[in-house]
């Protein structure tokens, strides 16, 4: 199975209001994609936010259709989030395979497209998905994204930004009983589950991680912060950066609330950045 996934491609944040997002994540400190439209039936926008190997994507619905309707109700119940995370591999029917094989109920295959305009004129960003059903596993809903025009997706100049940030480097995610939670992540992606010294445990995704932990741990790691969704969610999003003392420069001019943590770690509360926390250390 660990074949058909080879880490993060990119983490999806769900928001209400596009424009608004992307305003919010400029002052962050990240240099946004042009606003992308989805194919028609998938009703959906997004700016993308893009590092050397994997990415953010700021997701908002434009138009109600069959495609989003889970999307929605998550918005309506639970509010903005980090609520999907893309894997990488090399071909979206792979993964379908691999989720079938774990028995977690793959949805057929869909693809879609949106417009990219480069100085030589339009072009089509494509892509092939492999889903799983909403809430399929606890915390987190996993999809593979299959790109058949990478070069359309990873352009150079959107790839340098103010604060730094180099990389995803993994996720926090709070659920009732974080071992147990971890077991199906660790089958489907072919490594094992690692305990953590805070009583959690850790996933290995590529080069990333994530981690579960409870409530009670994520009170303890997060003791000022007000999460507005309950668990199972992604409580926090850890970005690898060159400097976190550039991020807390770039974050003090425009006046965005944080705090030093440890290591020198920098951090955003969740109501700056559209439902999860943010997490800017070094490698």
Known sequence: MAAAFTGIDHCMIVVRDLDAAAARY????????????????????NHCIMFQEDYLELLGVLTATDANFARLKSLERDGEGLKELALAGPSADAARDAFAAAELDPLPAIEFSRPVDLPTGPREAKFRVTRLPYNRLPGLNLFMCQHYTRNLVWLPQYQQHPNGVTAIAGLVVAIADPAASAVPYAKLLGTSVAKTADGGAKVKVGRAEIHFVSPA?????FPTVQFRSAPAMVAALELITDDPGKVAAHLTREHVPHSKAAAGAVEVPPEEACGVLLRFRRK
Request: hydrophobic residues 35%; charged residues 15%.
């Open 26 to 45: 400029r002052r962050l400190g990240f240099a946004l994609t042009p606003r992308g439209i989805h194919s028609s039936y998938m009703g959906t926008g």
């Open 217 to 221: 741990m994520l009170a303890k790691q």
